[in-house]
Every structure is written in structure tokens, then in C-alpha cells.
């Protein structure tokens, strides 16, 4: 038959579009379906009709299909984000949080990650959060943490290091102990600090602000996509693009778009959808 009559095929076997949000889903299959899915974009898929998405993606659509593609993106883990907005898709974030700019997401609902104007004096959170089940696409890099045990000179420790541009080094086994993580998180945090000592007064706000960076700018060269804080109990991933709903497609085929869908799947989907309506403006804590 041939591509182009290939692409015929699946394209003559898409319903007609009944209003412009299907349209544009329409449209949105078209170029997957032509192998141009990277020309879709965010505008897009955020006026794209999701149930028409969903029922007509050429992927297999079950609650098991969607995990195991969940899984092989990374995202397997079940997160929450809380906000006082409604909205679609991330912006970059702008505002500094503990792991500097990101967007932060907890592992419990109950954690507020540092949005005191959604909590109360009490601790509880202020009626009208909007708490989002989200999962991050991609590999987090452990920031410690009594579940991230490593020698240095273990083969693990060696790669992780090794994945930084850095040897095992002696001094951080022995001073932190040969079992303990925070050898290996101290020894590249150090090449940081020691790079931001030449710029900024030690210890001063913009010389933390500056050691977040270059070590964020590390990890993200190393591969990670988001770092985890164990001890307070959150994630924070880099860019809105590897951020999804817990209730995405997860169709890797736009893994480049920061839209929090990229599709709903049955279970969730009214309930979700009716929310995710508009771009929060600002920062992504």
C-alpha cells in the first residue's frame, strides 16, 4: 500500500469533526499519523477535544496499556500538586523554592511543599485548593535520604557518580561513612559551593540561589529529569514538559508538550478535565 496510502487509511478512518475543539483533535491526529507529531504544540493540544483524542489515538487505550506506558516514561509514582489556580499546562516557574526552580509536587496530599498561603494557621489547607494527582515523566535523582544507601565505590555509586564527570573519592567514604548516601550527594554538591565561592559571599541568599543552580544544572546533564527531597517529602521536576496528570495518555509520541493531559483517560476524566482550563501564570511551586 505504501506510507502515503497508509496514512490515507488512518486518516479516512477518523470521524468527522463535529465543532472546533475536535477539529483541532482532528487535526493533532493527522500529523501524529504522518510522523509529525514534534510540530504539534501546546496551543494546540490545550483547544484539542479530549475525549475525541482519546477514543480515536491509535494507542491501546486500556487502564493496563496506559500504566505500562506510564512506567516506561518514569512515571509510575503518584504525586500532588496544590494550587489555588485552574489550568492546563505548567508555566516555567519564577519563584525559588527549597530545590530552586521547578515544579514541585508531594507525595502525600497533606503535604503543602512550601505553599503557606494555601495553608492555615492550624496547618490545614484553605477551602478552595485544587489538588492535582500528578506524576513525573523521566528519572529523578535521589537527594539523599535513608531509602538511597550507596558506597561510592559500590558499582552503583561508581555509575551515578561516574554519570557526573566524578571518581569515587576516599575522603567523602570515610568522613560520611561507606553506606551512606550523602557521600555521594555531598561530593557533588561540593563541586557547586566551590565553583559558587568564586562568585558570591559564602552563605549569603545569592550564593544559595547560585549553588541550586549549578547543581541543578548538573543534575539535569547527568539525565535526571527532577530530584527527590525525602526528608521533606517532595519532587521537584526541572520542566513543565515532564509533568503529566495522573490520568494522562501518556502517549510518548508528545513527550515534548508541557500539557498536563496530552489526553485523559476514562477513569478520571470528568471530574479532572472540567478543571485543567487555564494556564497557571508564574512560577510552577
Do not use: C
Not at 547527568?222 to 517532595?234: C, I, V
Amino acid at each position: 500500500m505504501g506510507v502515503f496510502g497508509a496514512l490515507a487509511k488512518v486518516i479516512g478512518a477518523l470521524p468527522d469533526a463535529r465543532n472546533v475543539a475536535e477539529d483541532m483533535a482532528r487535526s493533532i491526529l493527522e500529523l501524529r499519523a504522518a510522523g509529525k507529531a514534534d510540530e504539534v504544540t501546546d496551543e494546540m493540544m490545550d483547544l484539542a477535544d479530549d475525549p475525541y483524542m482519546f477514543e480515536n489515538t491509535p494507542l491501546d487505550m486500556s487502564q493496563e496499556a496506559i500504566a505500562a506506558r506510564a512506567d516506561e516514561m518514569g512515571a509510575s509514582s503518584d504525586l500532588y500538586h496544590m494550587t489555588d489556580k485552574d489550568f492546563s499546562s505548567f508555566a516555567n516557574p519564577t519563584a525559588e523554592g527549597m530545590q530552586g526552580k521547578g515544579v514541585y509536587a508531594s507525595y502525600s496530599p497533606d503535604i503543602s511543599h512550601g505553599l503557606g498561603s494555601l495553608v492555615d494557621d492550624s496547618g490545614a489547607f484553605v477551602e478552595g485548593t485544587n489538588t492535582m494527582p500528578v506524576r513525573f515523566i523521566g528519572e529523578t535523582f535521589k537527594d539523599g535520604g535513608s531509602g538511597n544507601d550507596l558506597d561510592p565505590f559500590s558499582e552503583e555509586g561508581t555509575a551515578i557518580l561516574k554519570r557526573f564527570g566524578l571518581r569515587p573519592n576516599k575522603n567523602y567514604s570515610e568522613i560520611k561513612g561507606a553506606e551512606n548516601a550523602d557521600g555521594i550527594n555531598s561530593q557533588i554538591y561540593d563541586v557547586s559551593e566551590r565553583k559558587a565561592n568564586k562568585t558570591h559571599k559564602r552563605f549569603s541568599q545569592e550564593w544559595l540561589e547560585e549553588v541550586r543552580r549549578l547543581e541543578n544544572e548538573r543534575i539535569q546533564k547527568a539525565g535526571y529529569t527532577s530530584t527527590l527531597d525525602e526528608y521533606r517529602g517532595y519532587e521537584m521536576a526541572f520542566e513543565p514538559k515532564n509533568v503529566r496528570s495522573k490520568f494522562a495518555r501518556f502517549d510518548p509520541e508528545f513527550r515534548h508538550l508541557r500539557n498536563l493531559s496530552a489526553g485523559f483517560a476514562a477513569i478520571g476524566f470528568s471530574g479532572l478535565a472540567a478543571g485543567l482550563k487555564e494556564k497557571e501564570e508564574g512560577g510552577g511551586i
